[in-house]
């Protein structure tokens, strides 16, 4: 009988036999199940590592793409050492500043806006700035001022210290002077003042004492002479106020302003300035009101050569011109149409534009017209009996020495009706013949006397009174002369409006005269409308 041990049942025992089948049976099915099972899970690990594989290089990609942007916003001391290392070779090679922001200064200073905490930045522009002053001196060595004026300048800006930066800018200062020639410049500046050539010009006094004292500030014989100037030029400013000189007195003030706005003599100038400048308005406005338009009129330019946009005297002006068209329609409608024409053109000169006078000149050519239909109207005896009350009141008042003047009332206004009535009678032609030569007696009278308003009334009568035409283009083309020499006058001074009015009157008289058009050319030039 076999030995057999507790708990082991033998392999022929039938139970047993059952039990190996059954767990063979298993075992096939298990085993089947986890070779299926294997396949699905290497399957899908396999996708799993595909995707991971797919994520990782994106995420490669997207680092070396933002490495830049996120290391300058994560880690700026990466970004403030980069603009460090920059300025550093900057600061090696010369290149102390630059507008482009290349310049040591730019980048380290840029490099300390980053990270302020960090030393090495303020170092170096401490460096930068010691760099500007050896670059200065190395300038000044070289005799080369204006690249020593700009390194001192920046190393001044860098806070370098005082004394070295006072030490070169004296260096510099007696190297200035040595090629200025800082005694020659004071010796030039007063001999000048002596003159009385005090501003206008490079070589007057007040421009030569600046340029002393832009080398040396503190010369104290520069800044003596340069009181002297300024007192001496508000001097003839207070002057000229007191001739009434508005323009020329404005004119200097600003002058001394601009050289020194401190001066002690320059606020009381100022003040008489504006008062005279009330002054002159208000007697201005008296003279148009009591119907002195020549007066009116000179103080209404004085205050626009002062001020080119007052208001006030623009309007002024116009009111003059205005009051002169009235006039001119007066006279026409009595039939003094030489005076009417005279009045007419100084309106037009004057401000052509304002109020009645376009309607002064068409008031003028209608009473032309009434006057020739009613001339022809008139019976032949009726005619003739007006014809000689005017000729023997023009006689009269030759006779009084009323040859032009008073409007409607001289001889010449009554030899004008005369001639309008009958313009072909012999005694109208005779009364003018003789009315002539006081005509041009006349003319050359008011040209001499620089009265060339009137001159050129008297120069209308010439025309009227039948001058020949050959005489009468001369006289024509003196009296535009005068008026160009006037305009070059005005615009010498500044006075650009006065100027602009010469000019038109000049070519009123006489379009072709010699000289116009250089001097419209002068006037544009200027910047002043010359048509």
């Not at 980048?107 to 302020?116: G, I």
Request: glycine letters at 8%; one cysteine or more; proline letters at 4%.
């Amino acid at each position: 009988m076999p030995l057999m041990l507790p708990g082991v049942i033998p392999s022929s025992h039938p139970d047993a036999a059952r039990d190996s089948t059954a767990a063979a049976a298993r075992s096939r099915l298990h085993g089947g199940t986890r070779r299926r099972g294997g396949v699905v899970e290497r399957l899908g690990l396999a996708r799993r590592w595909q995707w991971w594989l797919i994520g990782s290089m994106l995420v490669v990609v997207l680092l070396a793409v933002l490495r830049a942007p996120l290391g300058g916003l994560l880690w700026p001391e990466t970004r403030s050492q980069a603009l460090r290392a920059e300025a550093e070779r900057a600061l090696a090679e010369g290149r102390l500043s630059a507008a482009d922001g290349t310049g040591a200064r730019e980048l380290f200073e840029a490099a300390l806006a980053m990270d302020p905490d960090r030393r090495e930045a303020s170092q170096g522009l401490a460096q930068v700035a010691a760099a500007a002053l050896a670059q200065a001196r190395v300038a000044l060595a070289e005799d080369r001022l204006d690249d020593a004026r700009a390194g001192l300048a920046l190393a001044r800006e860098l806070s370098v210290p005082k004394a070295e930066a006072e030490q070169l800018e004296e260096a510099l200062r007696r190297r200035e002077a040595g090629h200025a020639g800082l005694d020659s410049l004071l010796a030039a500046a007063e001999a000048a003042r002596l003159r009385g050539h005090l501003e206008g010009d490079d070589s007057a006094a007040l421009p030569l004492y600046a340029r002393v004292l832009a080398i040396e500030p503190a010369h104290a014989d520069a800044l003596r002479g340069r009181e002297d100037a300024l007192a001496e030029l508000l001097g003839q400013a207070r002057e000229a106020l007191r001739r009434g000189e508005l323009g020329a007195a404005a004119q200097r003030i600003d002058a001394a302003r601009r050289f020194d706005g401190g001066h002690i003599d320059l606020p009381d100038t100022l003040a008489r300035l504006t008062e005279e400048t009330d002054a002159v308005r208000r007697r201005a406005d008296n003279a148009l009101a009591r119907g002195r338009l020549d007066r009116a009129l000179e103080g209404y330019n004085a205050l626009l050569a002062l001020d080119a946009s007052d208001a006030s005297a623009q309007d002024g002006v116009a009111a003059v011109a205005s009051a002169h068209a009235a006039e001119a329609s007066r006279l026409a409608a009595d039939f003094a149409f030489v005076a009417a024409e005279a009045a007419l053109a100084r309106a037009q000169a004057i401000a052509p534009d304002a109020a009645g006078v376009a309607e002064a000149e068409a008031r003028l050519e209608r009473a032309r017209q009434n006057s020739a239909q009613f001339a022809t109207r008139l019976p032949a005896a009726e005619r003739d009996r007006r014809v000689r009350q005017l000729l023997d009141a023009a006689e009269a008042a030759r006779a009084r020495g009323n040859l032009l003047s008073p409007p409607g009332e001289s001889a010449f206004d009554k030899i004008a009706r005369a001639r309008a009535l009958a313009p072909q009678s012999r005694a109208v032609r005779a009364a003018s013949a003789r009315l002539l030569p006081a005509a041009r007696d006349c003319y050359e009278r008011e040209l001499r006397g620089n009265s060339l308003g009137q001159a050129r009334a008297c120069l209308d009568a010439r025309a009227a009174l039948g001058e020949d035409a050959g005489e009468l283009a001369a006289a024509r083309t003196r009296l535009a002369q005068r008026w160009l020499a006037v305009g070059n006058e005005r615009l010498g001074a500044g006075e650009v409006e006065r100027a602009q009015r010469a000019l038109a009157l000049a070519r009123a008289i006489d379009p072709g005269v010699p000289g116009l058009d250089d001097f419209r050319q002068r006037l544009r030039a200027a910047g002043a409308p010359a048509d």
